[in-house]
């Protein structure tokens, strides 16, 4: 038997409305779902009553599954003739574990498909009422992350630049560690960042501030992200006083 194609479909930042057309039909067509643990259920809901749903997430460092055995789980369904969607938060080939995944299947000659999805870092400037690259601003946008497999701290290649939208996945929940590496890398304590918790869910929380104070920022639940950059400034400047952060006397700091 011919074995049926895996499809890496991008579940975008978690507002079902934000899904791909061609995300919406594999999903309601799928006969096997593996997801990631950050996936919800409003769009696992999305799902035909018939389809096999899986939880293959890895989060936080706690693994209930290795990734040897997400590749078998997909390549056993596939040779089975089940259609396969692997579910991954955002785009799938973004910080996650695409490439393996890949190889393991070109390995054992069974076809995929890649189904982009919406990046947080773009539901999340969205959302801000922002442009990742505002022309008077910002010409250009790097994506990092501080984990990675060697499990290190993320590297600055290069010296920091007014004129870049810096989209840093992962930062954590304690922001401390990382404002200290940003300032020692170069980057001026007054440049507009704002944390985003959840973008696009209905939990969603930001806090805008400045690098100087991004220590002070309060723990916000994951997945988080923090925007970096001038491109934030008018943010950072009109941002509300959301109600849970009401008694803060440091919220917001202008740049």
């Avoid at 769009?43 to 749903?53: D, G, K, M, T, V």
């Amino acid at each position: 038997m011919t074995p049926a194609t895996v499809h890496f479909v991008g579940a975008g930042p978690g507002d079902p409305e934000l899904l791909t057309l061609r995300a919406y039909r594999l999903l309601r067509s799928a006969d096997v779902i593996l997801h990631d643990d950050l996936v919800p259920a409003a769009i696992l809901a999305l799902a035909a009553r018939s389809a096999q749903i899986q939880n293959v997430g890895k989060r936080c460092g706690v693994k209930t599954i290795s990734q040897a055995q997400i590749n078998a789980l997909m390549i056993d369904a596939a040779r089975r003739g089940l259609e396969v969607v692997r579910l991954k938060s955002g785009d799938p080939g973004i910080f996650g574990r695409l490439a393996e995944e890949i190889a393991a299947l070109d390995a054992a000659d069974v076809p995929f498909e890649i189904v982009p999805g919406l990046t947080a870092g773009a539901a999340a400037a969205a959302s801000l009422g922002a442009s990742l690259t505002d022309r008077h601003a910002s010409s250009r946008v790097v994506i990092l992350t501080r984990h990675h497999s060697h499990e290190t701290a993320a590297g600055w290649d290069e010296a920091p630049r007014d004129d870049t939208t810096y989209l840093i996945y992962m930062p954590g929940r304690d922001l401390t560690a990382l404002r200290r590496e940003l300032l020692a890398a170069g980057f001026a304590p007054d440049f507009p960042a704002v944390v985003v918790s959840r973008a696009s869910n209905p939990e969603q929380r930001e806090w805008a501030t400045t690098l100087a104070a991004l220590d002070q920022a309060p723990p916000l639940d994951p997945p988080s992200i923090l925007l970096l950059g001038r491109a934030f400034a008018n943010v950072v400047a009109r941002a509300p006083r959301p109600q849970i952060f009401a008694d803060s006397d440091s919220f917001p700091l202008a740049p």
